[in-house]
């Protein structure tokens, strides 16, 4: 009997050292396929805790979430991809118009309107073929939470993101992968209206729906 219990002990610790190395290879395999784009130190220190990911999938599917922690739990703010911000130049442009390589503009743009960033991801799966993984999960057709139950695939499916991934300054791999755990499903959408040049902008209700997000 004693031999039977070392022998399942022995064979736990195996299985246990095995993940262990499998989740820090992949960890690492994640963090080195991550690239890093430039924000200005000062715009986010302005900022607060908020998490912005903007997620370009196929066929111009875009996504783009501001992530906010709040009592335990994460409020998640739906932006509209045609929402209009203020561009490099002064004059509004809808988001979609702006490319997940420059989140200075986009991060700037959300704040002059209220919507506050402190960190930032962007993932570009423009490229990737819509029935492919990396497609469906861009256009929302599957989430990463479907997918926990099967680590191996969840794992290899992180690192052919991770290549496609700009985190800026200050934001870490970890804060990604955090997003696996963040229903979307049902968040907070950004009231908007058009404006007399066809613009879409914040409507009046806007700063009640982001007080109650914040």
């Known amino acids: ?26 960890m690492y ?3 080195h396929a ?30 783009i979430y501001v992530f906010h ?13 045609k929402l209009a911000i203020k561009g490099p130049g002064g004059t509004s442009v809808p988001l979609s118009s702006v490319s997940l390589h420059a989140p200075a503009t986009i991060i700037a743009g959300l704040r002059h309107i209220g919507i506050p960033v402190g960190h930032y991801v ?8 819509p029935n492919s993984s990396l497609g469906q999960l861009a256009a929302g057709k599957i989430s990463m939470t479907s997918l926990i139950s099967n680590p191996t695939g ?7 993101v991770a290549s496609h991934v700009y985190l800026g300054p200050n934001t870490s791999v970890s804060s990604l992968l955090s997003l696996m755990h963040v229903p979307t499903t049902n968040p907070v959408s950004v009231p908007t209206s058009t ?8 409507a009046a ?10």
Do not use: W, Y
């Open 1 to 26: 009997m004693k031999v039977i219990v070392i022998g399942g002990a022995a064979a736990l610790v195996t299985c246990i050292a095995v993940v262990g190395v499998f989740l820090g290879v992949s």
């Open 29 to 31: 395999k994640i963090d």
């Open 34 to 63: 991550v690239h890093h784009v430039g924000v200005s130190a000062a715009l986010l220190a302005q900022g607060q805790d908020d998490l912005l990911a903007v997620v370009k999938g196929p066929n111009h599917s875009e996504q």
């Open 69 to 81: 922690a709040k009592h335990g739990h994460t409020n998640v703010l739906m932006v509209p991809i």
């Open 122 to 129: 962007g993932v570009d799966l423009h490229a990737a073929s």
């Open 154 to 160: 969840t794992a290899s499916l992180l690192e052919a």
């Open 195 to 202: 404006d007399a040049r066809g613009h879409v902008v914040l």
């Open 205 to 214: 209700s806007g700063n009640h729906v982001l007080a109650k997000f914040l």
